[in-house]
């Protein structure tokens, strides 16, 4: 069993029939995001598009584009999937989970970062605010060999 599955409860299927347009075509957008649609985003991101996450701060759909087709340069297979939305007007809440695989760790082992996003839309259903939240430690730096390993001692005598 791979650690994309192995201590996760399974999720249903997100029922899409309640969101709003813009949003169904921006979560299929993520969904099957590759390098080459990755160049597509400002399909659905204004141009001063704010972007945070625990890595980057961006104010620009160029360095978005940068940043979600970096992905495909530093791990293999990245790819989400949205399984919790909801939508209040152009407020937005993502929760999704991040599958992909290292090059240099646990090679051919799919590892799972779990996390969720808060999006605003304009008038026309292009993002103009995305904020990402998860947990660097937990979600990414424990995967990692002798970090993680000090990372879960660090826990345990926090504990």
């Known amino acids: 069993m791979n650690s994309a599955t192995s201590n996760s409860p399974r999720m249903a299927q997100l029922d899409r029939s309640h969101l709003s347009p813009h949003l169904r075509k921006l979560i299929d957008f993520f969904e099957h995001l590759t ?55 152009k407020q937005v809440f993502i929760a999704w989970d991040f599958l992909f695989e290292m090059h240099r760790f646990k090679k051919g082992e799919t590892q799972c970062v779990r996390g969720s996003s808060h999006l605003e839309f304009n008038d026309e259903g292009k993002v103009t605010f995305h904020r990402d939240y998860w947990d660097t430690a937990e979600e990414l730096y424990e995967k990692i060999p002798v970090l993680g390993g000090l990372m879960r001692l660090i826990k345990k005598r926090a504990a």
Do not use: C, W
Not at 67 to 85: G, K, L
């Open 35 to 89: 390098d080459d649609t990755a160049r597509e985003i400002d399909q659905f991101y204004v141009l001063q598009a704010y972007f945070k996450d625990p890595f980057n701060e961006v104010n620009s759909v160029i360095d978005i584009r940068r940043i979600f087709q970096d992905m495909f340069v530093h791990v293999i297979n990245p790819r989400f999937v949205v399984h919790t939305a909801i939508e209040q007007g």
